[in-house]
């Protein structure tokens, strides 16, 4: 059983960058973001994968958000620059053994985080 702590998000104008932040109880190869905008199904934002520090991203977010983790703190983060109101959901932090953009393939899941941009 991994735990996963999320922190960051809340309420922020258009054009602002915020900081997500996730730290698991030990460590998982696979590290991902997903995100869920109500009445929409969960969406793949992006991963790291292993120690290698491979990313991927959804085509969404690219060029604006980066993903990065700390190993040693077996936690990852989401930085998201240039927030368009599109991006407001529920932030999910998941970890797995493989990568994938299914939320399927992802063994643990956060609480979640609520992040809402303004227009």
């Known amino acids: 059983q991994v735990q996963l702590v999320e922190s960051g998000g809340g309420l922020v104008q258009a054009g602002d960058s915020v900081r997500l932040s996730c730290a698991a109880s030990?460590?998982?190869?696979?590290m991902g973001w997903f995100r869920q905008a109500p009445g929409k199904e969960r969406e793949f934002v992006a991963a790291t994968i292993g120690t290698s520090a491979v990313t991927a991203y959804g085509d969404s977010v690219k060029g604006r958000f980066t993903i990065s983790r700390d190993n040693a703190k077996n936690t990852v983060y989401l930085q998201m620059n240039s927030l368009k109101p599109e991006d407001t959901a529920v932030y999910y932090c998941?970890?797995?053994?493989?990568?994938?953009?299914?939320?399927?393939?992802?063994?643990?899941w956060g609480q979640g985080t609520q992040l809402t941009v303004s227009s």
């Open positions: 998941a970890v797995g053994g493989r990568y994938s953009r299914r939320t399927a393939d992802y063994d643990y």
């Open positions: 030990s460590s998982t190869y696979v």
